[in-house]
């Protein structure tokens, strides 16, 4: 018998914010900050806080530019951040699906 599954899950992509803002980023190639912040009703501070946190572990990337004059930014999922957010919800139906939650 191996150790429970909650040993794999991802602190990074577990905190509540940053699993909302991962999850919305799976449904899309790319999605506007202003969209984000909106859909996940936050704060631009706690946006921009959390998608950099991401950001450094390589599970995002931040594009800025412009639309017309007026600054933008996008965010896009990497493939490590794909894999770390689906080996995640993995283990958390691992975890719901097991009667004790435990590994077999």
């Known amino acids: 018998m191996t150790g429970h599954p909650r ?5 990074l992509v577990h905190q509540p ?12 190639d790319e999605l506007e900050f202003r969209f984000l912040r909106d859909t996940l009703q936050i704060s631009d501070s706690l946006l921009s806080r ?4 991401l950001e450094q572990a390589g599970y ?7 639309v017309g004059k007026w ?3 996008w965010l896009k999922l990497t493939p490590e951040g794909r894999a ?3 080996d995640h919800l ?8 097991t009667p004790t939650g435990a590994s077999t």
């Open 7 to 11: 040993a794999r899950l991802d602190d």
């Open 50 to 53: 959390q998608a950099s946190t």
């Open 17 to 28: 914010v940053r699993f909302s803002l991962l999850a919305g980023l799976a449904q899309a």
């Open 84 to 86: 770390a957010f689906n």
């Open 60 to 66: 995002i990337a931040i594009r800025k530019g412009h």
């Open 71 to 73: 600054p933008r930014t």
């Open 90 to 97: 993995n283990t958390l139906r691992e975890i719901v699906e």
